[in-house]
């Protein structure tokens, strides 16, 4: 099977492939504005759909108590994607504009590896904990506590990972017997897409288990906030549309699960190797645009090596240039739309108005007339009080900050609404360490370590979240807690029957004794 044969893609609603009642709308190359083709459209309608199958599958059928079954299938689901890898290679680069370096990496291979860690999870977990026998309330009980799905997760997904989010929330939510309806970004609807034509040719799934709705309109995802019949929300995006989801979900109380967006620190202290935390920090902030939620996009140096911090960062930045992403070499691809790129340029703009400058970029590379691309750019010479220092920006920008000292540097790391993650770069690893544990954040790199793992959590303080994606804890997130409470036979009671029958035959010896 060639993947998106006809350049059309479906949507997956109850086990089958069905065309969008609001029409098609297109999927588009953002390196060089080309048409790829159409996506289906879904409209409230198919939306319902796929919701009231979700229903059906989790209320009428035995999935969320087949363990074995759901393994099966998140299997299969991973074969088909190794299986059609490279076909899903130049999906992801011509669909997501994603630097074909990183699709061995987080971009494709190592999501898809990844559902092994779900896989596994469901086979060996402890579904049921014996909390042992009690007597609350003077009441002789045996109590259980039983891990059991949630019931229908509705997922809503962004565009700039969308292999990784799109897997880190199906891998979990069907592992752990839930049901679901995945709502994937207007930019990346093939990536999405594609999972359906793989699930429906190559997997046991059962019908309506997981449904998949395409769709160019934003309010679909509202509705799936919204609807009575959905259990659990899992998002990640922005954060103003994580409030709106959140606000959308309080109506009928649903569990919310929130992966949302970041301002990380890169806090390089006056003991470290400077020009190589700062060439660092440069490649990160670069990597796939800047379009990674956890990168590092405030570098906090010492104040008496700024200048000399700024210099490295630009050197290193300017050597990046956005390229294509077929290209092997290319770290800095494209921003996925006119729309990001405008709003990217709108923030470089806001750093001049601001009294900032730039250390190399600044706007749209010169030798490129087609594709969404902005130069990595350094903003140095503003505080983070700079609404560039504060605000997600989402594109290649690094904005550099100095600081007097570990106090300081942990000040202005916290001095954030966003709380998702952070890199420590200190030539003393406890020195480095006690500014990781000072740094209000789900993640933290120090000196260089790799925290994206399969069975490690991912997520954020503050309004960067609420949940952890990833790990046991990821896992945990799709489930509900219940506690079982069986009346049982009076164990004490038994003991002291048992006691005073020992007492009972003990005096009528000794009287036994005494009489003779
Ligand atoms: P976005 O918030 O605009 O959209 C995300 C998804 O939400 C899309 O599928 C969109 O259609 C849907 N949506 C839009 N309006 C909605 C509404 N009112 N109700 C429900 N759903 C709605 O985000 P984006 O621009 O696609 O992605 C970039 C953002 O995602 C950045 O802020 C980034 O930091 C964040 N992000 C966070 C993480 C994380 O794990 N913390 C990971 C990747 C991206």
Request: aromatic fraction near 6%; hydrophobic fraction near 45%; include cysteine.
């Amino acid at each position: 099977m060639a993947l998106l044969a006809d350049r059309e893609s479906r949507l997956l609603i109850d086990g089958k492939l069905v065309a969008g009642s609001a029409g098609t709308f297109d999927t588009v190359n953002p390196a060089t504005e080309e048409v790829l083709g159409v996506a289906a459209d879904a409209d409230a309608a198919d939306l319902g759909q796929a919701i009231e199958a979700a229903r059906r599958a989790f209320d009428e059928t035995d999935w969320s108590r087949d363990t074995a079954l759901r393994v099966r299938c998140l299997r299969q689901l991973q074969q088909a994607m190794r299986d059609h890898l490279e076909e899903l290679r130049e999906l992801t680069i011509a669909e997501v504009g994603a630097p074909r370096m990183l699709t061995s990496g987080g971009q494709l291979e190592t999501p898809i590896e990844d559902l092994s860690f779900a896989a596994d999870t469901a086979e060996n977990y402890s579904w049921t904990t014996d909390l042992g026998y009690a007597t609350p309330q003077g009441i002789p009980t045996d109590r259980r506590i039983v891990r059991e799905a949630v019931g229908v997760v509705g997922a809503i997904t962004p565009w700039n990972f969308p292999h990784q989010i799109n897997l880190a929330k199906i891998g979990p939510a069907l592992a752990a017997g839930n049901t679901l309806v995945l709502k994937p970004a207007p930019d990346t609807p093939w990536a999405a897409a594609v999972l359906g034509e793989l699930i429906t040719e190559h997997t046991d799934f059962p019908p309506g288990v997981i449904n998949i709705v395409t769709s160019s309109d934003h309010r679909i995802g509202a509705l799936l906030s919204e609807d009575p019949r959905v259990d659990m929300v899992s998002f990640t995006g922005s954060t103003a549309t994580g409030r709106a989801v959140m606000t959308a979900a309080a109506a009928t109380i649903k569990k919310v699960f929130l992966e949302l967006g970041g301002k990380s620190a890169f806090v390089v202290l006056d003991d470290a190797d400077l020009a190589g935390a700062c060439s660092m920090a440069a490649f990160t902030a670069s990597m796939h645009a800047g379009q990674g939620c956890a990168i590092t996009t405030r570098l906090l140096v010492p104040r008496q090596r700024y200048d000399e911090a700024v210099e490295a960062t630009a050197a290193t930045m300017a050597s990046l240039r956005p390229g294509d992403p077929n290209d092997a070499r290319t770290v800095c691809g494209p921003l996925i739309s006119a729309r990001q790129r405008d709003r990217v340029q709108g923030y470089l703009d806001l750093a001049i108005q601001e009294g900032g400058r730039f250390a190399c970029g600044g706007g749209r590379p010169a030798d490129r007339d087609k594709g969404f691309f902005i130069e990595p750019t350094v903003i140095a010479g503003l505080t983070n009080d700079a609404r560039v220092a504060r605000e997600e920006i989402f594109g290649p920008v690094l904005t550099v900050i100095p600081h007097d000292g570990d106090d300081d540097a942990v000040r202005i790391a916290n001095d954030s609404p966003y709380g998702l993650s952070g890199t420590v770069f200190s030539a003393d690893p406890d020195r480095a360490a006690s500014v990781a544990a000072r740094l209000r954040v789900g993640t933290v790199n120090v000196n260089g370590g790799i925290w994206y793992s399969a069975d490690a959590p991912f997520g954020g303080y503050k309004q960067s979240g609420i949940g952890r994606e990833m790990g046991l804890a990821g896992f945990e997130e799709y489930t509900e807690i219940k506690v079982i409470a069986a009346a049982a036979a009076s164990r004490d009671g038994a003991a002291a029957a048992a006691s005073r029958d020992g007492a009972a035959a003990a005096a009528s010896r000794d009287g036994a004794a005494a009489a003779q």
